[in-house]
């Protein structure tokens, strides 16, 4: 298992925390995702032989939330 942490652009409510969290928990691979709110990152724990962090933020991507690199 692998963590990474993740910075978006932005967050602007707390809905968009469930949504991420929501989406990412579902995907094969993930065992868990977390949205911090107040610094707006994403922290991710997965198995790398299932999914990839590029994939990760992807997915983020395309809910709508610009990652930072």
Not at 9 to 32: D, F, M, R, W
Not at 38 to 50: A, F, G, L, P
Request: glycine share 2%.
């Amino acid at each position: 298992m692998k963590t990474i942490r993740i910075q978006l652009e932005t967050l602007t409510c707390p809905s968009c925390i469930n949504k991420i969290e929501s989406v990412l928990n579902k995907q094969n691979g993930v065992k868990e995702a977390k949205v911090m709110f107040n610094s707006s990152k994403v922290k991710i724990t997965y198995d790398s032989e299932k999914i990839t962090s590029e994939a990760l933020a992807e997915i983020i991507e395309k809910l709508g939330y610009p990652v930072l690199s």
